[in-house]
């Protein structure tokens, strides 16, 4: 009678790959009992790894200070409630600004998760290392600084075109090619397309005046592009074929590549890379703007706020939560930025782990609406007009030239309520403001979108 794979899940073993492999070796080879035991020993599979029966504890850095926040915050608790039954987890914080990214179990924006010997990509998810820089331009004309900036940055969906390409450094792109993550050259090609690049969504570029010295400060926000996004989608294939091996019960979006496997090593210095070449975009940029009025840098910052930091064998996953531990940023000097929202100042913090913040600050300023539930709420108004009321006295500037009122103030959490209850839970301490001038965003990429302008060419 020939061996199947019902003999071989009578026998202990969950389905697999290997199952159409060993089936054939053993009915060709005609294994006895003791022979197909003694074959098999190889294929042994690991005991399951269960849920928390409970979910572990977490702190809660947020409370609705109205009706309207109610709903927010009460699904981002639930979410952690379910996301923290997660296996590797140990610990968990929420911030001021969290809210809700998907299905419940699905790590909020604000949330902070503690893994034990764990990589979860999808608590970091595609724009791995969104982060903040700033560099203080002196006593500049904020208006020059935006213009000069404007000429040279780049927003919207893919690279730079060839001739307008930022360089990205030899040694970054020999580091990929040494890695098992990042050794493609269709990856290495988008990362050399993509430098200088600040893509689309909530990503900006701001120019203010520091309250405490009166320079004028450019502030950049945004992650790791197409490159980032790529390593994501490895990971999380990586990730989901550990989840079926060892814990199918874990949610697909909270998988897990083990630390201390071939793919976890590989995967963590990949994230460094990441993290290396998302720093080198900002600085790209800023240099530039530098170079172009011949102006000297007074100082600069960066911090990543979207990213998994290591301490021993605990993985900290800050899903829009700003790192203040050194510990965290062995390579970062200086203070913390945390952006609240164009209309508003870019708070430069510090401070250190406590009791309720696990080392760690709010973002900025969460959404409590999404982006079509917002741009309904304002569709008895013009786009004109809620850009004027909203935008007064700022020169807000959109790179597509197409209002996008979905990142307009209103859109987000109230920063004054933020800043408070950073203030009530003492998650960190403002050093200073950089109070805002005007900033640049995508706007609306899609009403004028390369695909539709096509359409209409074919329909005329």
């Known amino acids: 009678?020939?061996?199947?794979?019902?003999?071989?899940?009578?026998?202990?073993?969950?389905?697999?790959?290997?199952?159409?492999?060993?089936?054939?070796?053993?009915?060709?080879?005609?294994?006895?009992?003791?022979?197909?035991?003694?074959?098999?020993?190889?294929?042994?599979?690991?005991?399951?790894?269960?849920?928390?029966?409970?979910?572990?504890?977490?702190?809660?850095?947020?409370?609705?200070?109205?009706?309207?926040?109610?709903?927010?915050?009460?699904?981002?608790?639930?979410?952690?409630?379910?996301?923290?039954?997660?296996?590797?987890?140990?610990?968990?914080?929420?911030?001021?600004?969290?809210?809700?990214?998907?299905?419940?179990?699905?790590?909020?924006?604000?949330?902070?998760?503690?893994?034990?010997?764990?990589?979860?990509?999808?608590?970091?998810?595609?724009?791995?290392?969104?982060?903040?820089?700033?560099?203080?331009?002196?006593?500049?004309?904020?208006?020059?600084?935006?213009?000069?900036?404007?000429?040279?940055?780049?927003?919207?969906?893919?690279?730079?075109?060839?001739?307008?390409?930022?360089?990205?450094?030899?040694?970054?792109?020999?580091?990929?090619?040494?890695?098992?993550?990042?050794?493609?050259?269709?990856?290495?090609?988008?990362?050399?397309?993509?430098?200088?690049?600040?893509?689309?969504?909530?990503?900006?570029?701001?120019?203010?005046?520091?309250?405490?010295?009166?320079?004028?400060?450019?502030?950049?926000?945004?992650?790791?592009?197409?490159?980032?996004?790529?390593?994501?989608?490895?990971?999380?294939k990586i990730a989901n074929r550990f989840r079926q091996e060892i814990s199918p019960e874990t949610l697909r979006e909270n998988a897990w590549i083990p630390y201390e496997t071939e793919e976890g090593k590989s995967y963590w210095e990949a994230l460094q890379l990441i993290r290396t070449w998302t720093k080198e975009n900002h600085t790209s940029i800023h240099d530039a703007v530098l170079n172009k009025m011949n102006i000297e840098k007074q100082n600069r910052y960066w911090n990543e706020h979207n990213f998994v930091f290591k301490d021993g064998d605990l993985f900290y996953h800050a899903k829009g939560a700003t790192p203040l531990d050194d510990k965290f940023m062995p390579d970062i000097t200086g203070p913390r930025l945390i952006p609240l929202n164009m209309s508003e100042p870019v708070l430069i913090v510090q401070g250190k782990t406590n009791e309720r913040n696990l080392g760690f600050a709010p973002h900025g300023a969460g959404r409590n609406f999404s982006r079509t539930q917002h741009k309904k709420s304002l569709a008895h108004k013009t786009i004109e007009e809620v850009f004027a009321e909203e935008t007064q006295g700022l020169d807000i500037r959109f790179f597509s030239n197409e209002i996008d009122i979905s990142e307009l103030p209103t859109a987000y959490k109230s920063a004054k309520n933020v800043r408070a209850q950073i203030e009530e839970y003492g998650l960190c301490e403002v050093l200073d403001e950089v109070m805002p001038y005007g900033c640049i965003m995508t706007g609306d990429v899609q009403k004028n979108a390369p695909w539709k302008r096509k359409k209409k060419f074919r329909k005329a």
């Open 1 to 236: 009678m020939e061996f199947n794979g019902n003999n071989l899940i009578e026998l202990g073993y969950r389905p697999s790959k290997w199952f159409k492999d060993a089936i054939e070796h053993i009915n060709k080879n005609n294994l006895d009992e003791n022979q197909i035991t003694e074959y098999l020993e190889k294929f042994k599979q690991p005991e399951l790894i269960p849920l928390h029966e409970t979910p572990k504890d977490f702190i809660i850095n947020i409370r609705a200070e109205h009706e309207s926040e109610n709903d927010n915050v009460e699904k981002v608790i639930n979410t952690m409630k379910v996301l923290m039954k997660t296996p590797t987890l140990v610990a968990g914080a929420i911030m001021p600004d969290a809210c809700p990214t998907g299905p419940e179990g699905q790590i909020p924006v604000g949330g902070v998760v503690v893994a034990k010997n764990a990589i979860h990509p999808g608590f970091h998810s595609a724009d791995i290392c969104c982060s903040v820089m700033l560099t203080d331009f002196g006593k500049a004309d904020p208006k020059e600084v935006l213009d000069a900036a404007h000429s040279i940055t780049h927003f919207g969906y893919g690279g730079r075109p060839r001739g307008e390409q930022m360089e990205m450094s030899q040694e970054l792109m020999d580091a990929f090619r040494a890695n098992w993550f990042l050794n493609d050259e269709k990856l290495i090609s988008i990362s050399r397309s993509h430098m200088g690049t600040q893509g689309d969504g909530n990503h900006f570029l701001f120019v203010g005046i520091s309250k405490n010295t009166g320079n004028t400060m450019l502030v950049t926000h945004h992650g790791s592009r197409a490159p980032g996004a790529a390593l994501y989608d490895k990971g999380m």
